[in-house]
């Protein structure tokens, strides 16, 4: 596919496309740290192949999109004790980012999906643009309630640990990172993994940015009463197995949004694997049709 650049603010955002531009909108957002490749292009493919005009995209601070050089990364401290004077920005921003972006791209409203932090931009995005958001899926997200959503302690000597810069070492890192966060119930392609891994690092990012990412979302504390006044179709997903985010995250979630609907997915960890795929592509085309025969009845 083709990377484009479209100009939201002051910020740059790198983004491609996948299928029909006649068709509805589905706009792809990641998670901390993640750049667009996240979604991988067959996921993104066949989500086209079911009748969506599909945008994935780099949020700030991450691949080819605009580095906050001018904001310094937060510090240890300030990350324990989630000082929101550590934050260049919010998840507010971030979904303004998201909102603008799809202004940039001549599109007035979208079926909007988010993975991880990049679920919580979604539900953001939710609450604050109303009108832009078809429907909305949460994917392996949270509230921001610090008694749900909380990650095991036995992934933090892996996930804390700084990314090394050559090639293979960041490879091996990435491999050994998804060993412990990723589904344990699907099959996991390493080579693969390596070979994404590899790519995302000669798109560029840095560790600062991510830092910058983390304060952002530890800034914007519990978002429970924000949530409940979305009214776009929502369908919350999240594996069973997840270590990073715990599924009361979005058993959460779909408590707060009302008329939300809970997907759990057995065997699930922290990641997207493919053999998830179907159910995850399934649950996004039944939610878009509500939204859909919510238009319909109006």
């Keep these: 596919m083709t990377e484009h650049s479209a100009r939201v603010g002051d910020i740059d955002l790198c983004y491609e496309t ?3 531009a006649a068709d509805p909108a589905a706009l792809l957002i990641m998670g901390l740290g993640t750049q667009m490749l996240g979604w991988h292009e067959d996921f993104c493919a066949q ?13 700030r601070d991450v691949g080819r999109s605009t580095q906050i050089r001018d904001v310094a990364p937060p510090n240890p401290l300030q990350l324990l004790t989630r000082s929101k004077s550590a934050a260049g920005y919010t998840l507010d921003d971030l979904a303004d980012d998201a909102a603008g972006l799809i202004d940039a791209l001549g599109t007035e409203r979208a079926h909007v999906i988010g993975a991880s932090m990049g679920g919580m931009i979604a539900q953001t995005m939710a ?3 109303p009108d832009r958001v078809l429907s909305l899926v949460s994917i392996m997200s949270s509230t921001g309630h610090r008694r749900h959503g909380q990650p095991s302690p036995r992934i933090y000597d892996v996930f ?5 810069r050559d090639p293979e070492a960041y490879a091996e890192h990435t491999v050994k990172l998804f060993r412990r966060i990723g589904s344990q119930g699907f099959e996991r392609d390493e080579g693969e993994l390596r070979q994404r891994a590899q790519a995302g690092l000669r798109r560029g990012g840095s560790a600062a940015g991510v830092g910058r990412q983390l304060a952002a979302v530890l800034a914007s504390g519990d978002r ?3 949530l409940r006044s979305i009214q776009a179709p929502t369908l919350v997903i999240h594996g069973d197995r997840d270590p990073m985010i715990n599924p009361s995250g979005g058993r959460a979630t779909a408590r707060v949004i009302p008329g939300a609907e809970l997907m759990i997915i ?6 997207l694997p493919r053999g998830a795929w179907p159910r995850i592509l399934d649950g996004i085309e039944a939610n878009a049709a509500r939204a859909a025969g919510r238009a319909v009845a109006a």
């Excluded at 989500?47 to 945008?55: C, K, Q, T």
């Design 127 to 129: 609450t604050r643009h």
């Design 47 to 59: 989500l086209a192949g079911r009748g969506f005009h599909v945008i994935r995209f780099d949020n």
């Design 160 to 164: 804390l640990k700084r990314a090394p």
């Design 266 to 271: 057995e065997g699930m960890g922290h990641d």
């Design 224 to 226: 429970t009463e924000q």
């Design 18 to 20: 996948f299928g029909d």
